[in-house]
């Protein structure tokens, strides 16, 4: 495997993801910030945090196998996510990975993960938007 995940002794604990991924193979895999939309920019889970989570993950996944990767090469992934500070929106959020985590396969913990808290994000009904970065051999 060319990632490899820890989270040294003395860094915040607990939380969902590793807080270190090294990667070690020579190809990079970029998948590009993802959005809740199908394959035919259909709108999924307008207004649903928990939805809008679980479909770029989808998406994210779709990349990554395009590439020939999985989430089990990803050294980061980073969420931009709208209205952050709302009541109850980092449970929504964490539920929209629990509903994809054995249907995609993501690894536990995940690897580094950032949510970034942001103003708007592509169009109005966009709450949630992803990229990942994997390195493969």
Known sequence: MSVQTL?????????PYHHVAIGTGTRHVHVAGQ??????ANRIATGDLTGQVAQVLRNTALGLAGAGATFADVVRLRFFLTDASAPGRVEDFM?????VADELGLPQPLPPVSVIGVDFLFEPDVLVELEAYAVLD
Do not use: K, Y
Request: proline residues 10%.
């Open 7 to 15: 989270s040294p002794a003395n860094m915040f604990q607990p939380v």
């Open 95 to 99: 539920a929209g990975i629990e509903l």
């Open 35 to 40: 959005i809740s939309r199908d394959g035919d």
